[in-house]
């Protein structure tokens, strides 16, 4: 399953990009979640990734560790494919 992740750095972490991304990277692989796109953003968020996660319990310790770690907070999304909208639209109003 997809997932859109939108993220803000803390702090203390936001200069450290190197170490904070290898740290995280590194709990992705250990979680089997695979990392599809990183995007820096000005805004509201400071990132907003797409990755592909084998099960919604290994998103949700990812969010759980990176805030635990400090390193700032995520806020997950399911992101669904055009067709699943689709067959979605069509149960709703079927």
Do not use: F, R
């Given at each position: 399953?997809?997932?859109v992740l939108l993220g803000n750095l803390s702090p203390e972490w936001a200069s450290k990009q190197s170490e904070r991304v290898g740290k995280a990277k590194a709990k992705l692989?250990?979680?089997g979640i695979k990392?599809?796109?990183i995007?820096?953003?000005?805004?509201y968020y400071d990132f907003v990734d797409v990755v592909?996660?084998?099960?919604?319990?290994a998103v949700l310790a990812f969010s759980v560790w990176?805030?635990?770690q400090g390193l700032g907070r995520?806020?997950?999304m399911p992101a669904f494919e055009a067709k699943t909208f689709e067959a979605a639209v069509k149960d709703a109003t079927g």
């Open positions: 399953m997809k997932y692989d250990k979680l990392i599809e796109s995007h820096y953003t000005q805004g592909d996660a084998p099960k919604p319990e990176y805030s635990n995520i806020q997950s």
